[in-house]
């Protein structure tokens, strides 16, 4: 019991079905209530505030229901009032019948490391951004330019004619729809990527729309004009359970690099793809790539980058690899051919599909 006194982490079993603390290390003394002082016998509901409680506890009985380790993200108050976040990992005690008789926890205390996490998405978000502003900017001027000329000829046409041509007008103020719609998407685009999002939860979302957002945002963007977009999307789009600026930001990031790596190797098409499998969504991105042959173990590692120096960061993939996670999911790389690749992005489809 002494070395479980000095270990980092916050150790404690709790019987079942009861649910009472059967023993806890010395480091859920010290971040849990200093004015209790034998937790011995204790439930969840008298430690911890009622909705804290409520989660535990629903944690628990789950790890007994399925008689296996599980892995939770877990947030619980501090004798100081502030709420900290636990990496969590539960696992059933069983008896010589098979049956669950108490219910162990490791957690540790990953509320650093978190908002370490959240300054560095930030960060990315903000390098992709900085880096589309002048090729949004370009494309937002040019539906502006066309709508200002649109709306002058109109009025010097009724200035300098007695009747009004009807299908004239309706031809100039479809063409200022059509205009206004263009920018609304990508201004939308702008909107969703530029909120913060971390304490966003993860909602139903559909899975084309995801992709068409960030798309918008990437077709905006002159630097990659003249690059073909390839969509491969299903007809009855799949849902699934996503933080969606989160998750917009790892598509973004794809995106970019393919359509980095295809204007490097002088190719002028991207294809992406939504496919559903029976419980997960996954989201491909297609393209060329002129020299990653052999790297490619290389990508997902913090500060690797292709791109020439002041260009890259190299942080793009990896922390886009942590969100992905987040999502109880999977980013990954692979070759088709000697210079195609395809990323992958794979998370779990929503429950409310099934």
Not at 24 to 50: A, C, Q, R, W, Y
Not at 54 to 69: F, G, M, P, Y
Not at 239 to 266: D, F, G, H, P, T
């Amino acid at each position: 019991m002494q070395t479980l006194d000095v270990v980092p982490a916050v150790i404690y079993s709790k019987s079942f079905p009861g649910l009472k603390y059967l023993f806890v290390n010395k480091k859920f003394h010290e971040v849990v209530d200093s004015n209790i002082e034998n937790f011995m016998g204790l439930t969840d509901d008298i430690v911890f505030l009622p909705e804290v409680a409520k989660t535990l506890s629903k944690n628990d009985r789950e790890i007994a229901k399925k008689k296996e380790v599980q892995h939770f993200e877990e947030r619980v108050p501090h004798p100081d009032g502030t709420f900290h976040d636990y990496d969590t990992y539960k696992f059933p005690m069983l008896d010589e019948n098979g049956d669950v008789y108490a219910v162990t926890g490791i957690s540790l205390d990953i509320t650093e490391r978190k908002k370490t996490e959240s300054v560095l998405r930030t960060s990315m978000k903000l390098a992709s951004l900085g880096e589309m502003a002048g090729g949004i900017a370009h494309e937002i001027n040019n539906p502006l330019a066309i709508i200002d000329g649109t709306v002058k000829k109109m009025t010097r046409t009724l200035e300098q004619e007695n009747s009004i041509d009807k299908v004239f007008f309706q031809k100039m103020t479809k063409k200022i729809s059509e205009m206004t719609s263009r920018m609304s998407k990508i201004i939308n685009g702008l909107l969703v990527l530029g909120r913060e999002g971390a304490l966003d939860q993860h909602v139903d979302t559909d899975s084309a729309w995801l992709f068409e957002t960030v798309l918008e945002l990437v077709c905006a963007n002159v630097t990659y004009k003249g690059i073909e977009i390839k969509k491969q999307f299903p007809s009855k789009s799949p849902l699934v359970k996503a933080n969606v600026v989160q998750m917009s930001q790892v598509l973004l990031n794809v995106l970019e690099n393919a359509c980095y790596e295809a204007k490097k190797a002088e190719s002028n098409w991207v294809e992406v793809r939504v496919i559903e499998t029976s419980t997960t969504v996954l989201f491909e991105v297609v393209n060329v790539c002129s020299d990653c042959q052999g790297r490619i173990v290389e990508f997902f590692r913090p500060f690797f980058t292709t791109k020439p120096l002041g260009e890259g960061t190299g942080l793009g993939l990896s922390i886009s690899k942590g969100i992905v996670e987040n999502h109880s999911g999977t980013i990954s790389a692979k070759f088709l051919d000697e210079k195609t690749i395809c990323f992958t992005v794979e998370i779990p489809k929503s429950s409310e599909m099934s």
